[in-house]
């Protein structure tokens, strides 16, 4: 499978140098490290949100795909470092660094260290729809309006 080429402006001196480009860790890795574009180490208190640069703009030149920011399981289920917004959508027309929002959902306060793979960024496609305003759907599903734990319990 050929992988789409996405160009990557540096955005910080320490990429390429002492904090690598982002990476994917293995041959089947969905999604590729972001680092914490750091020079010094930074804490986190607990409930706190951060901005973290990642040192790098990207710039995709095709509406049919997006860049998605997803936490590290790691640190999320370890630590309770998980993204401010969930998941960060880095949109095909956006060219300016990307930024990482940061929040401390732990019980303790968690260092940043420089380098420090924070979260990852896949790439999906994307479809976008046009949105057709009706009184009454054409059809009705088997589900229909029944809201939050209509499908059954766990």
Known sequence: MKRPKIETKIMNSLIGTAIPLPTYATNGAAAMDLRACLEKQKTVQPGE???????????????????????RSGLGIKHGIVLANT????????????????VNRGEIPYTIEPGERICQMMFVPVLQADLSV?????????RGTDGFGSTGSL
Do not use: N, R
């Not at 640069?53 to 095709?62: K, L, Q, R, T, Y």
């Not at 009706?134 to 088997?142: D, G, I, K, N, R």
């Open 87 to 102: 998941i960060g959508v880095i949109d095909s027309d956006y060219q300016g660094e990307i930024g990482i929002g940061i």
């Open 134 to 142: 009706v009184t009454e759907f054409s059809m009705e599903s088997e």
């Open 49 to 71: 949100t951060v901005l973290i640069p990642s040192g790098i703009a990207i710039s995709i030149h095709d509406s049919g795909l997006v860049a998605l920011l997803v936490p």
